[in-house]
């Protein structure tokens, strides 16, 4: 989970594997894949890298970049 700032100053914890995109209109808008919209005042580079900050903690890159890696071999 993320900790983000809704536009009203409330924060919320969003799931980052349920994140199917983030845009900003200036607004950062992110959807996630049950189709449901949040707005968030974080900016899109913010938003991207606590998703990433996240990933890595539950190993989900470093095994993506290891079964690439063992692909090739």
């Known amino acids: 989970m993320i900790r983000l700032t809704r536009l009203n100053g409330r924060q919320l914890l969003v799931n980052?594997?349920?994140i199917e995109s983030i845009e900003e209109t200036p607004?950062?808008?992110i959807t996630l894949i049950t189709g449901?919209?949040?707005?968030?005042?974080?900016p899109m580079t913010d938003v991207v890298q606590l998703v990433t900050q996240y990933m890595q903690t539950?190993?989900?890159?470093?095994g993506?970049?290891?079964s690439i890696d063992s692909e090739g071999s």
């Open 27 to 29: 607004d950062t808008i």
């Open 36 to 42: 449901k919209k949040i707005t968030v005042l974080e």
């Open 58 to 62: 539950i190993g989900s890159i470093a």
């Open 64 to 66: 993506t970049i290891k």
């Open 16 to 18: 980052a594997l349920l």
